[in-house]
Protein backbone atom coordinates (compact mmCIF):
# COMPACT_ATOMS: atom_id res chain seq x y z
CA UNK A 1 0.00 0.00 0.00
CA UNK A 2 1.55 3.24 -1.17
CA UNK A 3 1.32 6.35 1.68
CA UNK A 4 -0.81 8.83 0.02
CA UNK A 5 0.90 11.79 -1.77
CA UNK A 6 1.73 15.04 -0.07
CA UNK A 7 3.96 18.53 -0.65
CA UNK A 8 7.03 18.06 1.28
CA UNK A 9 6.58 21.29 2.46
CA UNK A 10 4.90 24.51 2.12
CA UNK A 11 5.70 27.79 3.61
CA UNK A 12 3.17 31.20 4.11
CA UNK A 13 3.64 34.90 6.14
CA UNK A 14 1.47 35.45 9.34
CA UNK A 15 -2.03 36.05 8.47
CA UNK A 16 -2.11 34.48 4.80
CA UNK A 17 -4.17 31.15 3.99
CA UNK A 18 -2.30 27.99 2.74
CA UNK A 19 -3.48 24.69 1.60
CA UNK A 20 -1.97 21.50 1.71
CA UNK A 21 -3.31 18.50 -0.55
CA UNK A 22 -3.30 14.97 0.05
CA UNK A 23 -3.79 12.65 -2.96
CA UNK A 24 -4.77 9.07 -3.23
CA UNK A 25 -6.72 6.57 -5.51
CA UNK A 26 -10.29 5.53 -6.00
CA UNK A 27 -9.01 3.03 -3.06
CA UNK A 28 -9.12 5.43 -0.61
CA UNK A 29 -9.67 9.16 -0.89
CA UNK A 30 -11.79 8.91 -3.82
CA UNK A 31 -14.50 6.69 -2.14
CA UNK A 32 -14.84 6.61 1.39
CA UNK A 33 -15.31 10.23 3.46
CA UNK A 34 -12.28 9.26 6.58
CA UNK A 35 -9.90 11.71 5.60
CA UNK A 36 -8.30 12.45 8.93
CA UNK A 37 -5.57 15.38 9.35
CA UNK A 38 -3.19 15.51 12.71
CA UNK A 39 -0.91 18.42 13.50
CA UNK A 40 2.15 17.29 14.37
CA UNK A 41 5.05 19.51 16.45
CA UNK A 42 8.74 18.84 16.81
CA UNK A 43 9.17 16.12 19.64
CA UNK A 44 5.21 15.49 20.54
CA UNK A 45 2.65 13.52 19.41
CA UNK A 46 0.59 13.66 16.52
CA UNK A 47 -2.96 15.86 17.34
CA UNK A 48 -6.06 15.22 15.42
CA UNK A 49 -7.24 18.69 13.81
CA UNK A 50 -9.85 17.58 11.49
CA UNK A 51 -11.93 13.98 10.69
CA UNK A 52 -14.20 12.75 8.27
CA UNK A 53 -13.35 14.63 5.58
CA UNK A 54 -14.16 18.63 7.24
CA UNK A 55 -15.09 18.15 10.85
CA UNK A 56 -13.07 19.81 13.57
CA UNK A 57 -12.84 18.25 16.85
CA UNK A 58 -13.69 19.81 19.95
CA UNK A 59 -11.35 22.44 20.59
CA UNK A 60 -9.82 23.20 16.98
CA UNK A 61 -9.66 26.41 15.78
CA UNK A 62 -11.95 27.29 13.23
CA UNK A 63 -9.06 28.39 11.22
CA UNK A 64 -8.19 24.87 10.12
CA UNK A 65 -10.66 23.44 7.34
CA UNK A 66 -10.87 20.57 5.40
CA UNK A 67 -12.56 19.33 1.79
CA UNK A 68 -12.21 16.38 -0.48
CA UNK A 69 -12.47 16.30 -4.60
CA UNK A 70 -12.68 12.79 -6.15
CA UNK A 71 -9.19 11.44 -5.09
CA UNK A 72 -7.62 14.36 -3.41
CA UNK A 73 -8.41 15.91 -0.07
CA UNK A 74 -7.25 19.45 1.37
CA UNK A 75 -6.57 21.34 4.35
CA UNK A 76 -6.48 25.03 4.79
CA UNK A 77 -5.08 26.92 7.24
CA UNK A 78 -6.13 30.39 7.22
CA UNK A 79 -5.21 33.72 9.26
CA UNK A 80 -1.60 31.47 9.46
CA UNK A 81 0.28 31.97 12.84
CA UNK A 82 3.50 31.09 14.10
CA UNK A 83 1.92 28.12 16.30
CA UNK A 84 1.11 26.75 13.12
CA UNK A 85 4.57 25.88 12.11
CA UNK A 86 4.55 21.62 12.27
CA UNK A 87 4.29 18.78 10.21
CA UNK A 88 1.15 18.00 8.89
CA UNK A 89 -0.24 14.76 8.10
CA UNK A 90 -3.48 13.14 6.14
CA UNK A 91 -5.04 9.52 6.41
CA UNK A 92 -7.87 7.61 4.95
CA UNK A 93 -9.34 4.12 5.07
CA UNK A 94 -8.14 2.14 2.24
CA UNK A 95 -9.73 -1.08 0.81
CA UNK A 96 -6.75 -1.96 0.09
CA UNK A 97 -4.77 -2.16 3.48
CA UNK A 98 -7.50 -0.57 5.75
CA UNK A 99 -5.76 2.58 6.55
CA UNK A 100 -3.04 4.80 5.01
CA UNK A 101 -0.78 8.12 5.78
CA UNK A 102 0.69 10.70 3.63
CA UNK A 103 3.98 11.38 3.27
CA UNK A 104 3.66 14.39 5.38
CA UNK A 105 4.06 18.19 4.75
CA UNK A 106 6.37 20.64 6.67
CA UNK A 107 4.60 23.84 7.48
CA UNK A 108 7.05 26.94 7.72
CA UNK A 109 5.63 30.49 8.77
CA UNK A 110 7.95 32.81 7.28
CA UNK B 1 -3.36 12.89 33.19
CA UNK B 2 -2.78 11.83 29.77
CA UNK B 3 -5.25 9.06 28.49
CA UNK B 4 -2.26 6.97 27.11
CA UNK B 5 0.86 6.82 28.69
CA UNK B 6 3.88 4.06 26.79
CA UNK B 7 6.45 2.61 28.33
CA UNK B 8 10.07 4.03 28.60
CA UNK B 9 12.37 4.02 25.16
CA UNK B 10 14.59 0.50 24.13
CA UNK B 11 17.91 -0.38 22.52
CA UNK B 12 17.96 -3.62 21.17
CA UNK B 13 20.24 -5.61 18.52
CA UNK B 14 19.24 -6.82 15.28
CA UNK B 15 17.33 -10.21 15.65
CA UNK B 16 16.02 -9.29 18.96
CA UNK B 17 12.57 -8.33 20.06
CA UNK B 18 10.93 -5.89 21.93
CA UNK B 19 7.64 -5.29 24.06
CA UNK B 20 6.09 -1.72 24.34
CA UNK B 21 3.40 -1.20 26.45
CA UNK B 22 0.42 0.96 26.31
CA UNK B 23 -1.40 1.96 29.37
CA UNK B 24 -4.96 3.63 29.13
CA UNK B 25 -6.79 5.47 32.01
CA UNK B 26 -9.87 7.82 32.04
CA UNK B 27 -12.06 5.61 29.52
CA UNK B 28 -13.58 2.14 29.57
CA UNK B 29 -10.44 0.45 27.69
CA UNK B 30 -12.62 -2.09 25.90
CA UNK B 31 -15.23 0.33 24.47
CA UNK B 32 -12.35 1.73 21.51
CA UNK B 33 -10.22 0.79 19.02
CA UNK B 34 -6.96 0.65 19.52
CA UNK B 35 -4.28 1.54 16.89
CA UNK B 36 -0.15 1.52 16.67
CA UNK B 37 1.57 4.25 14.71
CA UNK B 38 5.55 4.57 13.61
CA UNK B 39 7.51 7.35 12.62
CA UNK B 40 11.37 6.13 11.57
CA UNK B 41 13.63 9.37 11.65
CA UNK B 42 12.99 11.00 8.42
CA UNK B 43 9.48 9.12 7.27
CA UNK B 44 5.70 10.05 7.84
CA UNK B 45 3.39 8.33 9.92
CA UNK B 46 3.34 5.19 8.88
CA UNK B 47 0.16 2.65 10.64
CA UNK B 48 0.95 -1.04 11.70
CA UNK B 49 -2.48 -2.08 12.79
CA UNK B 50 -5.12 -2.10 14.99
CA UNK B 51 -6.23 -4.17 18.09
CA UNK B 52 -9.92 -4.44 19.18
CA UNK B 53 -10.08 -4.84 23.09
CA UNK B 54 -13.41 -6.58 23.63
CA UNK B 55 -12.57 -9.44 21.40
CA UNK B 56 -8.84 -9.54 21.00
CA UNK B 57 -9.14 -9.14 17.32
CA UNK B 58 -6.61 -7.63 15.40
CA UNK B 59 -5.69 -6.21 11.79
CA UNK B 60 -2.26 -6.24 10.90
CA UNK B 61 -0.97 -3.87 7.75
CA UNK B 62 0.76 -5.80 5.16
CA UNK B 63 4.18 -4.71 5.59
CA UNK B 64 4.02 -6.05 9.54
CA UNK B 65 2.18 -9.34 9.08
CA UNK B 66 4.33 -11.94 10.67
CA UNK B 67 6.28 -10.15 13.10
CA UNK B 68 4.13 -7.91 14.91
CA UNK B 69 2.03 -9.28 17.32
CA UNK B 70 -0.51 -7.09 19.36
CA UNK B 71 -1.83 -8.00 22.64
CA UNK B 72 -3.51 -6.50 25.98
CA UNK B 73 -3.91 -7.08 29.98
CA UNK B 74 -7.74 -5.93 30.60
CA UNK B 75 -7.43 -6.46 33.79
CA UNK B 76 -4.87 -3.57 33.83
CA UNK B 77 -5.95 -1.72 30.74
CA UNK B 78 -2.48 -1.81 29.29
CA UNK B 79 -2.20 -2.96 25.29
CA UNK B 80 1.55 -4.39 24.03
CA UNK B 81 2.96 -4.55 20.87
CA UNK B 82 5.45 -6.70 20.24
CA UNK B 83 8.16 -7.01 17.44
CA UNK B 84 10.33 -9.53 16.69
CA UNK B 85 13.21 -9.95 14.34
CA UNK B 86 14.03 -6.11 14.33
CA UNK B 87 16.38 -4.50 12.00
CA UNK B 88 18.16 -1.49 11.89
CA UNK B 89 15.07 -0.25 9.90
CA UNK B 90 12.85 -0.45 12.45
CA UNK B 91 14.72 2.02 14.54
CA UNK B 92 11.38 4.59 15.20
CA UNK B 93 9.05 6.38 17.66
CA UNK B 94 6.01 4.05 18.08
CA UNK B 95 2.82 5.62 18.84
CA UNK B 96 -0.41 3.87 20.21
CA UNK B 97 -3.90 5.98 19.74
CA UNK B 98 -6.87 5.08 20.39
CA UNK B 99 -9.25 4.99 17.93
CA UNK B 100 -13.36 5.30 17.63
CA UNK B 101 -15.62 3.27 19.54
CA UNK B 102 -15.83 -0.42 18.74
CA UNK B 103 -19.33 -1.61 17.27
CA UNK B 104 -19.70 0.19 13.98
CA UNK B 105 -18.50 -0.98 10.57
CA UNK B 106 -14.93 -1.99 9.54
CA UNK B 107 -13.95 0.82 7.51
CA UNK B 108 -14.57 2.87 10.42
CA UNK B 109 -12.32 1.83 12.67
CA UNK B 110 -9.38 3.72 11.69
CA UNK B 111 -11.77 6.60 11.15
CA UNK B 112 -9.65 8.80 13.37
CA UNK B 113 -6.88 9.05 16.46
CA UNK B 114 -8.23 11.66 18.89
CA UNK B 115 -5.41 10.60 21.39
CA UNK B 116 -2.21 9.60 21.62
CA UNK B 117 0.58 8.11 23.61
CA UNK B 118 3.68 9.96 24.37
CA UNK B 119 5.50 7.87 21.71
CA UNK B 120 8.33 5.16 22.30
CA UNK B 121 11.44 5.46 20.77
CA UNK B 122 12.86 2.22 19.86
CA UNK B 123 16.29 1.91 18.77
CA UNK B 124 18.37 -1.35 16.74
CA UNK B 125 21.32 -0.94 16.28
CA UNK B 126 24.65 -3.63 16.73
Known amino acids: QSALTQPASVSGSPGQSITISCTGASSDIGNYNYVSWYQQHPGKAPKLIIF???NRPSGVSSRFSGSKSANTASLTISGLQVEDEAEYHCSSYSSTDSLVFGTGTKVTVL | QELLVQSGAEVKRPGASVRVSCKAS????????LHWVRRAPGQGLEWMGW????????YYAKKFQGWVTMTSEMSIATAHLDLSSLKSDDTAIYYC???????????????????WGQGTLVTVSS
Open chain 2, 26 to 33: QYIFTDYY
Open chain 2, 51 to 58: FKPNTGWT
Open chain 1, 52 to 54: DVS
Open chain 2, 97 to 115: ARGPPVGGPPQQNGRYFDY
